[in-house]
């Protein structure tokens, strides 16, 4: 039987109403006394008095209202005035025969004691109204309690995530059956002496599925799922974090065997320092990490509670978080490799009608460095695309219409560019595809196009690899970046002038040859040595910054080592443009018709001018 989660808001109830009606009443009879009450200066009420215009007056501390005997037409039949130090106002008032009083008004403490009944009185009727959630008058419930846990609690009937539903992960599934099996039966990892880990911390880049296999581990094991983000623990007043993680622990062992989940956890435990600007590290997010360090040595494993926290900012956290005792384990959930997107994708695409040109292992060699989250958006574009053509099924023309989508913004035909602009355009995006063709990285030509997207983008050639590389070598590092330099290189044999199109290929190609030299050790003059590093985060979570260790001289070196790089890439690049210029001319004349060509066309292009000579 299902529980009803503690979270759902309570039924409507009468009394809220009837307290809300009576409350717009008063203040609406406020508004009107005052809009009632005509204020007028001292000097005019003593004028009114003399002249027998004022009928009775009621004298307070600090003002005087009274009433006019016939007021005048549009005027209030009352007024109001601040009181002055006058001693001969009671004479005055005698001798013009008007009635007056003095008003009784209550002592300050008399006041304070009225408001704090009354705001004691809303407090209970608020916590009668709340019993229905459990929260009642017990402690930490009610109007008077902030420190609550915000935790979501879901039980086994709510969780219908499994580990099915998780895929381009399998190291991290593997690794967390064990904590489903410890779940299951506490007592069979007791019996040798040993224990599960307190704690295990799921480290990966985001929209790789950390939150989802969590999630599978609670739906796997049948036992309640308490989900909390890290940033509901920091509180505006100091102490109601750690306030919060001390509630959150006591619900968690109230219901064991069960799973404690922290997403974002660098939003809680990033790491304890010394502030600059206040001088102190005794503030509200260090109190809040400490009772969480101080609840996690608190609790024996062997409770049935396991906690799962989330991050991909692992660099930030703070050391005493990660030691042996507390989070355990960590279980790195990187991006999946091109087998594990082929399975991701099959299961997002279960509730796709796809056309039978549809290739998923093609789909997923065009999405190297996507995410789970990236794949699921993916084919959720391509599902859309299709729809708007009123399309019975979904084709591989719109998952590659997706890619492209995704990953370079939206079309901008309505962009209106000069007919040199799209020529260059197209001249500069066939460099590209030519120089990938003849040098051959393993990869394949899927498009080219002179369509704008996104916000810069005029054209762009979309490459997909062959196959997932983690490694690269020498020689296709210096492929990559005459690849990167070939538009430049086409731009200048075709034009008698250069443009500022290659801005962005400059800064890739760049930055590979900075690498080589400073890096890699594959510089022509610097030999083996690593000059450039990434600094750690400092203690107050800055990012890190490149840390030079060398002289100027070496700079110099480096500065010529680069230079010389990208000017053995761009003569390669030429020369390759020169010796298929045919190639690349009937190729524009396609795209300033068409504005794009696909792989098999670019493919039969390069076929019907088969090289003749290959390019060292």
Known sequence: MSERPKDQAPRFNPLILFLFIIGVFFMADWFQFRRNLQPITYSEFLADVNQGKISEVTVGSSQIMGMWKTPTKGQPPDFITPKVDDPNLVQKLTAANVKFSGAIEPSFWNSLLGWLALFFIFSLIWSVL????????????????????????HVQTELKTRFDDVAGVDEAKEELQEVVSFLKNPTK????GGRMPKGIVLLGPPGTGKTLLARAVAGEAGVPFFSINGSEFVELFVGLGATRVRDLFREARAKTPCILFIDELDALGKARGISLITGSGNDEKEQTLNQLLAEMDGFDASEGIVILAATNRPEVLDPALLRAGRFDRQILVDKPDKLGREKILKIH??????APDVNIGSIASITVGFSGADLANLCNESALIATRRDAEAVTNMDFTQAVERVVGGLERKTRLITSDEKKRVAYHEMGHATVSFALGLGEIVHKVSIIPRGIGALGYTMRRPIEDRFLLTRRELEAKMAIALAGRASEAVFFDDISTGAGDDLDKATDIARAMVTQFGMGPKLGLAVFEREGSFNLLGQPPTRTLDYSEATAETIDSSVQELLNQGYRRARDVVVLYRDLIEEAVKILLIEESMDEKKLKDLWERHAPIRLVA
């Open 130 to 153: 709340l019993r229905g959630r459990g929260e009642g008058l017990r402690p930490g419930g009610g109007i008077l309690s902030m420190s609550r846990s915000k935790a979501k609690v």
């Open 349 to 354: 695409l279960k509730g796709i009608k796809l």
């Open 189 to 192: 990892y007791s019996k040798l």
